[in-house]
């Protein structure tokens, strides 16, 4: 079984108890996740204490690969990995020349793998990390592809005065349309419908 190593302390406050964590493991915060919680004692005389469960994010990075190399053996599949750990988040690209089975029709078979890495770690620490998975760069050219439409789109409509409605997407690449047309002069984006049908409309602003 896969393990994640998890380092736990205690203190007057979490700031004492974080800091016992950053100096005993040699690290700055920015180098590990970590996850408070107040713990009350029975008795009595009832005290307070805090304690911080905390974790390398380079050990976490190599659970992440050792988890990715035993799911893709026992899938058959040769994976290298590149890795790139950034303050929020992880992000790993796995090159294999069987890519499309890792990536699966519409990235869902690389969307339930991110999740049950996601869940993974989850379950041994209780602290949430935003993992990225991405195959061959499949992700990454799909992102593109979305903003270059979104673009083309909003173009459109600045130019014919009609909102457009986009295909249905996931809240990931909603945000990116968002994002990409946040400044774009003449249109607004707004997010409609119900999941797992909610999409973007692309609307122009009245001059």
């Known amino acids: 079984m896969l393990k994640l190593k998890i380092n736990s302390y205690e203190g007057k406050t979490i700031e004492d108890a974080l800091n016992k964590a950053l100096g005993e493991l040699n690290a700055s915060k920015e180098e590990v996740y970590y996850k408070d919680e107040e713990q009350v004692s029975g008795g009595l005389f009832k005290s307070k204490k805090y304690v911080v469960k905390v974790m390398l994010k380079e050990d976490v990075l190599e659970y992440i690969k050792a988890y990715l190399k035993e799911v893709t053996e026992l899938m058959g599949i040769k994976v290298e990995l590149e890795t790139l750990k950034k303050e929020t988040y992880i992000k790993v690209n796995m090159l294999s020349d069987n890519s499309s089975i890792l990536i699966g029709k519409n990235g869902r078979t690389m969307s339930s793998l991110q999740n049950l890495l996601r869940q993974a770690i989850y379950s041994k620490s209780g602290i949430k990390v935003n993992v990225i998975l991405d195959a061959n ?56 419908g119900e999941e797992p049908n909610r999409c973007v409309v692309i609307k122009p602003v009245e001059k």
């Not at 005065?161 to 349309?177: A, F, P, Q, T, W």
């Open 137 to 192: 760069e499949y992700k990454e050219k799909q992102e593109k592809n979305i903003e270059r439409l979104a673009v083309k789109l909003a173009k459109d409509v600045v130019k014919t005065g009609i909102e457009v409605k986009m295909d249905r997407m996931n809240s990931y690449e909603r945000r990116l349309v968002h994002n990409r047309l946040s400044n774009f002069k003449g249109v607004t984006t707004i997010s409609e």
